[in-house]
Nanobody
């Protein structure tokens, strides 16, 4: 069993920065990828960013490219999402996810095996 716990979500103003963290525990993997998704109010969950097992491959949604940065610290079993220049349309519940694969198809929800419970990010205008 694997547990993922997100933290860092809160209410901020447009233009602010915020860093989300997601720590996982439980079962260990030799190689795994991680991603961030979000679900805006009344909408479906959508891909935000993903990182391969060694950080060599990074993926971003067009809507966040240039503003958000995903990174990971394997020693701490933690993945981060640095969000800069936040906009009201970034308001959503943000979820981290873990895929027991080294890379590939990381923009798809279907490849992820484990999910966190989500953290709310609200950006006021």
């Amino acid at each position: 069993q694997v547990q993922l716990v997100e933290s860092g979500g809160r209410l901020v103003q447009a233009g602010d920065s915020l860093r989300l963290s997601c720590a996982h525990s439980g079962r260990t993997f030799s190689r795994y990828s991680e991603g961030w998704f979000r679900q805006p109010p009344g909408k479906e969950r959508e891909f935000v960013a993903a990182i391969s097992w060694n950080g060599g491959d990074l993926y971003y949604a067009d809507s966040v490219k240039g503003r958000f940065t995903i990174s990971r610290d394997n020693a701490k079993n933690t993945v981060y999402l640095q969000m800069n220049s936040l906009k009201p349309e970034d308001t959503a519940v943000y979820y981290c996810a873990l895929a027991s694969r080294s890379s590939g198809y990381l923009t798809s929800k279907t490849v992820y095996d484990y999910w966190g419970q989500g953290t709310q990010v609200t950006v006021s205008s």
